[in-house]
């Protein structure tokens, strides 16, 4: 293991912003006061006394409302304004709740939208058939005010992660990462964070195709998640930022044993993705993009640690700038390597130094 410091100063690499859904709504209809985004929630009941209810309680909660009388409009308006969160009434004219439910999980524009079905029906295969049908949670008429919000706040949060969430690892993606982060920056408690990258991950996937490759990445996202585990550390977050980059965030104390660990495992596990003949011989040959045979090494990791004890940081940005420049570092020494910075806040220039 290798450990080097490297300049924090100000760059322009970021990790990216996960894709997120672009629903067709007005563009006045999900902003608040100042230009703060609200999240948008459809009530389906043909009472009108409900709705007024739920609207006039949102509302103060900070949420804007959509509102439907009846099934077949339920699925109109989800279909054509993509809400967060839809609370539906069972016993509705034109649909049923049953049947609208079944309607939105069969369309791809809105399988996705979490559903909360209202009912005075309260008996227990009345709830399993809701939930069977794909509805995320079941409230009885008549409900608790304060119950059912906490119930819509718990949906949401559970929605945000699920829509952020790698699908190929299952771990927290941009979203749930840069929430995280400025959650711990907003805090004020020092914390470190580890971006890992994996070296070569190109050239096997080449190699091996595609199938391999979503294996390393499993395993990466597995050794990851066990060290933390291991490692004993309550403040521990593993996140995928996408492709072959990860980030784990954890006290300061424990970072660098933590990424020690995660080396030595990695370095080890790994080999094993190869075939017998490629790991004898350390290197797979693949053709580069000028369509000449190349030599790759076998894979291994670079990862950049930044301890907010160390380094003064007030923003996600400038965070992800420093660990984005000590990972160009990192990148150009071969082999496993961790890179982190060494110098405290505000030294002289003279303790500035590079360790190997």
């Known amino acids: ?21 672009i629903p067709m709504v007005h563009p006045d209809s999900r902003t608040a006061e100042h230009g703060v985004a ?34 077949l409009e339920a699925v109109r308006v989800a279909q054509d304004e993509a809400p967060d969160l839809i609370v539906l009434d069972v016993m509705m004219p034109q649909l049923d709740g049953v049947e609208v439910c079944n309607r939105l999980r069969a369309s791809f524009t809105t399988r996705h939208i979490p559903v909360i079905m209202l ?51 299952g771990l927290p993606g941009n979203h749930s990462i ?9 805090e004020g408690k020092p914390f470190a964070l580890l971006q890992i990258d994996v070296d070569h991950f190109k050239s096997f996937n ?22 933390v585990y ?19 965030l954890s006290s300061c104390e424990a970072s660098e044993p933590l990424g020690e660990a995660i080396l030595e495992w990695f370095n080890t596990a790994a080999k ?26 076998l ?6 640690l930044v301890s907010t004890d160390r380094v003064p940081v007030t923003h996600l940005a400038q965070l992800i700038d420093i660990a984005q420049e000590l990972k160009a570092h990192g990148k150009g020494i071969p082999g496993s390597v961790m890179v982190g910075e060494r110098r405290r806040r505000d030294p002289p220039a003279e303790s500035q130094q590079r360790v190997a």
């Open 299 to 304: 894979m291994s990791l670079t990862i950049a």
């Open 206 to 227: 080449d190699y091996y195709g595609y199938g391999r490759g979503d294996e390393a990445i499993q395993l990466l996202a597995r050794i990851l998640s066990e060290s």
């Open 272 to 297: 094993d993705l190869y075939d017998e003949e490629d790991r004898a011989r350390g290197f797979v040959e693949v053709l580069n993009r000028r369509h000449d045979t190349e030599r790759f090494p």
């Open 119 to 169: 009912t005075a029906r309260a008996g227990r295969d009345d709830k399993l058939s809701g939930l069977t049908r794909g509805a995320n949670d079941y409230v009885t008429k008549p409900f608790e005010l304060n119950e059912l919000m906490q119930r819509i706040r718990n949906t949401l949060d559970w929605s945000s992660q699920q829509r952020s969430a790698s699908p190929l690892t």
């Open 38 to 71: 609200k999240q948008r929630i459809l009530i389906a009941d043909d009472e009108p006394d409900i709705r007024h209810l739920l609207r006039t309680r949102l509302e103060l909660e900070g949420f804007s409302v959509l509102e439907a009388c009846d099934g």
């Open 1 to 21: 293991m290798t450990r080097v410091s490297g300049p924090t100063g100000p760059g322009s690499l970021q990790w990216s912003a996960g894709a997120a859904r």
């Open 178 to 186: 840069n929430t995280e982060i400025r959650r711990r920056l907003a």
């Open 230 to 248: 291991r490692s004993g550390d309550r403040e521990g977050f593993v996140g995928h930022i996408g492709g072959d980059d990860f980030v784990v």
